[in-house]
Each structure stands twice: as C-alpha cells, then as structure tokens.
DNA sequence: GTGAAAGCGCTAACAT
DNA sequence: ATGTTAGCGCTTTCAC
C-alpha cells in the first residue's frame, strides 16, 4: 500500500494524498474527507525512509546514554522518549561506555539516521570546537552543562542541577547537624564532569566551614554505581576513620557505602550520617530512608525535549539549571542534640 | 556528499561504490581500495532512509516495552540494545503504558519504520490470530511466554523463566525455613500474565503444604513499583495480619513492603519474613539483603536479539526458558532453629 | 484546488 | 569487473 495506491483509490492525485498526509491547508474538505477515508479504510502508513528520504530529515531524534550503568537515567529517558512521542517525533536510542565519545557516536547518528537533533545524557562538557564542527544539528546536554564556559553557549542548549552549588549545599546540611569530620564519597574528581563539579563544592563548604580537608576522607570510586559505591568504602574501612558524616555525590553510591559500613559495625545514622544527591526512587523505601537532594528527573528529560524542539523549530539555545529538593531522610543523625 | 560523489571522485561508477558500500566480492581489489580511500577521505556515511527505501527495509529493530515503571527492565534494554548495535542494527524503542496495546503499537512501527523484526518487553500473553495477523515480521517476547498455548509456537519466540516454578519454588524455601502463614504480595492475579503466573505457583505451593489458602493473605498491589508494593502492604497492616513471611512477585514491591512491615514495628527477618523474584541490583545492598531468585537480565535481553535474528535470517523460532539463581539475602528468618 | 513530473540517495538488474 | 539505468515511496515545484 503506497501513496499511489491510496491516490488512485480515492480518485485524487498522489500530490493532494501527500497534502493530506501534511495536514496541507490547500485541499478541498471534499478531497480530505475521501481521502482520509481510503487511509482509515485500508489502514495505510506513509513509509517513513521515503518522506526522510526527500525531506533529507527523518522526525528521528538521537539519544546517546553514556555511562550505561547509571540507574538515575532510567527516568530520564522514559520523560524524553514519552515526550518525543508526543511531539510526533522517534527517539533513536545508543549508549556508550564512559570512556568513548559521545560527540562522535553523534555525528554519526545525526549523518546515517538524518537526525533533527540530539540529546545527550551524562556526557562529558568539555568539548573543543573542532568536534563540535562534527555536529550539524542542535544538541542539548541533558544533566549536564560545560560549567567551566569554554563553550559558546549560544551553540548548544542544556539541562542540569547547579552541581557545585547543591553539593555545597549538601555538606551544609550535614554541618548544621553538627557534622564536622566529614568524608566525601566521589568518582574520580578529576574528569571535568559531574563528579568533579559535585567534589568541589564539597571542598568549598569545607573551606567555609574552616574544616581541613583530609585526604584520607576523600573516598573515591570507579563509578556511580552501587558497587563501587560499596568496594571503595569497605576499601577504606580497612583503614582508621572517624568521619562522623558522608557526603555521597550519588543515590547509588550511598546505598553501596551504607551497606559497607553496616558491615564494618556501623549502623546508621547513630555512628556514621549519609547524605546524597539524585534522589532515585529506591532509596525514598530503604532502611533508613536516604536524605538526599532530589533531581527533578522528569523535568529534566522534559525540559532538554523542548529546548531541542525549540531549536529545531528555528528558536534559540537556552541553559535550564533546575533546583533540587532536600528528602529529609532517616539517614543524617543531629549531632547537636 | 552522495554515492554519486563518492564515485566520481574515485574514478568508477555508483554501483562500484554501492558494491563497495555492501562488501559484496565482485570488485577488483583496486577499485576497493580506491573507493574506502575516498569514503574515509571523506567521511562519508550513506543515507540510511535512501538504503531503507530502496531495501524496503531498514536496520532497524523495534523494541516495545510495556508498563514503563519496572526498573527491572533497564538493565535487559540495555543488553538489547548493545547486543543489536554489535550485530549491526538499531534499536528503536517506543513506551507504552500498562494498558496500551503493544501487539497495535508495534503493527504501527513496523510499517513505519520497515522494521525488520520487534521485540516486545513486558506484554500480554494472549494475542488472538487477528492480532497476530498485524504483524509481518518476527518478533520475540521478552520475559513472557505464551503459557497458556493460546499462540502457535512456531509463529514467534520467547524467552522468560518459569513464572510458575519459580514461585513455586520461592514459597517452597519459604516453607522449608519453618513458614506456614505466607502472604503473597502480588499485582491484579488475573491477568493473565507474570502477575497471574506467580500468583499460581503460590497457591499451588500452599495447596502442596496443605496449608488452607487465606483470603486475607493475597495483597495485590496496583502495579509492581516500589510505592505500589508499600501502598498495599500498608493498607493490609491496618487489620490484623499474622503471617510470618511474604512472597512478592517483585523485588520492587518486596523492597516496598519491606518499608510499611517496619513502619508497622515489625522487623524483618525477626518479626517477618520476605522473599520476591526478579534480583535487581539494589536489593543486594539494602539492609536486610533481599533473599531473591534472581533472574539472568542480561542473558535474557542478549537470547532474545540471538533469537530474533536468526529468525530474520531465515532460522526457526524457538522458545527459552532461563534459570533464576537463588541469592540466599537476610530477609528471610528460620523459624526451625 | 489539483495533477504531472522531477528528484531525494541508494540498490539491483542488466548490459557490456 | 564495471557502468548505466530504472525504480523504491514520498514531497515539492510548477503548470493549469
């Protein structure tokens, strides 16, 4: 069944089916409604390769996840693939280990699937100009933006949580309770991305606390996951530590260290506090509930969509930083009481 | 940059480069070298929707998940897709809610998108032939199975565990650490599907032990979420419960429960026992460790790519029914000791 | 308002 | 072994 067929069964020209098949102005009511009918009545379906085809776009949208094994973007992308269908538009999803190049994996997307856009989750921010020339479509970086300003920003759009700032916040929170040893749990703070942005803030509030930073209580993982989380702090527990608190950069990475310190002998939060940010569902139901700043994960996955269509449709880049809200958990023990 | 620019530069004709572009034998060594020389050269990509149209079919596999909330199924998507991506193909994945159809969703993509074959993530079970007869191309169910013989075998593959045992069995390790009074927690046991199938390998466990069924013990839940778990767990300890062990169909909804047994004052192992199925990764670091029977995620989302290209390369369907793996946790206390 | 016809970039016959 | 050419199904001028 062709647009030929449909043309020929309505008693039309193939032009005035395709005008229909575009919602065209320029059709008689008399014409749509037959058309329309032969449609329905034979159930047909444009073929999406011939309209990219002429159009040299598809209604394809690419998404690169990189760091496949973050849990935290789950919701994410179910926002973005839900709103892209709204929208009319496809999502073609690839994801890439942490160490390859999300920019590359995009260019080539965007040339074989003539993609309108991208989204990327969880890529890095520092991109140089020369790869960003690989990319001619709009992108919006999702969770993430380039905060170090070595980027135009009127060239791309994003989508993130102040990191530096919410992780100050963070720590904050665990002074205010009297916390004064108190350890970070990281990735590597060195990659210029999240964990780096999350560290520093981290550093910041121990500096305006007056608070020596300790090397020793700066915990570091290989990744965001509940595993590392839980192999670098048993990892640390073979040694002395008397961190009365710890700040997580990731829900899943605490859920991995409570668990290493419930089996080093401390309960939580009487002999050691936790706090994190992300917010994942699960750890709202764990025992004892995770306090956690919580990221607007639907918001997140929401927003880029827009910004991206936006752009497409002629608009131009935009920057959204969305605030986090504090989940007053079980997890963190007031220390001034 | 065309095919046809490609060719000019080289010196040969389109169909040397297509011939090239398809690694097909019949080019002299010569004329191979000289056209990658010019595509690398180049950079160039072919237009996919070009190749689509004139194959009248893409690379492209459709994948459908339905009931967008299990978290179980990150980690099989993510399998999927990268085992896809290694064969060469793309995954499009489209999200439909608990009660969108995903027999009609998948007709539409199919069409749409010259899919060559569809997986279908977390569906119904009992497609009657005029359904079936919307879909022209193979397609594999994704941790269901048509166990009820409603659906011919031959017309299209599966790979799930044994619902059925598998509860079963859980109820079993149940009873063999001394339970009689088990509550199940479940979602809507009639519709015929997962829910339905574990459901019955509960009853059929009690029936075995001679244990009377009690109305009063079979907590359905709305969905297989963590709130949904915890919401009926709740609503069920405002009467009297004395049950000393739950079966949940879902680590989610165990982890749920888990919460408002101890809201109720209940501890867990002590007070009350849990077991579930599915094995996420979380539910091996809370506190207690979740006693689960894990099923293999990764292994399933991998056989049902293996099994859905063989059959778009002209094999057979098959039908796999994978093993769950105890993972003896903390949450379950033994009443004979 | 409508139809005829020219491509979009590629593959596959068919010649050579 | 290689080039020429006719479509694949659609959109979009351009006449009418």
Redesign the interface.
Known sequence: MTIKDIAKLSGVGVSTVSRVLNDRPDVSEESRRRVLEVIAEHNY??????R??VRTK?DTVGLVVRG?QN?FY?DII?AI??KL?LAGY??????IASGDDEVKCGA?ME????LQGLIFLGGRSDYSPAELALLNVPFVCCTYTNAYGTLDPSKYSSVSIADEQEAYRAVMELAKKGHRRIAALTADPDDSSISQLRYSGYARALRELGIPPEEEDVICADDF???SG?RAMRERLKRPADFTAVFAIAD?MA??A??AL?ESGRSIPEDCSIIAIDGI??S????P?LTTLCQPMTAMGTKSVELLLGVIRGGAHDHLTLPTTLRAGESVRDLTK
Chains 1, 2 share one sequence.
């Not at 496809?90 to 994801?95: A, E, L």
């Open positions: 379906l444009p073929n999406n390769s011939a990219s085809l598809s496949v849990p789950t179910r693939e839900h269908d496809t999502m073609v999803m690839r994801q080539v040339r074989e699937k003539r996951t509940v595993e839980c899943d859920i991995g409570m668990r419930r569902n699960v709202e139901y764990i025992h509930m």
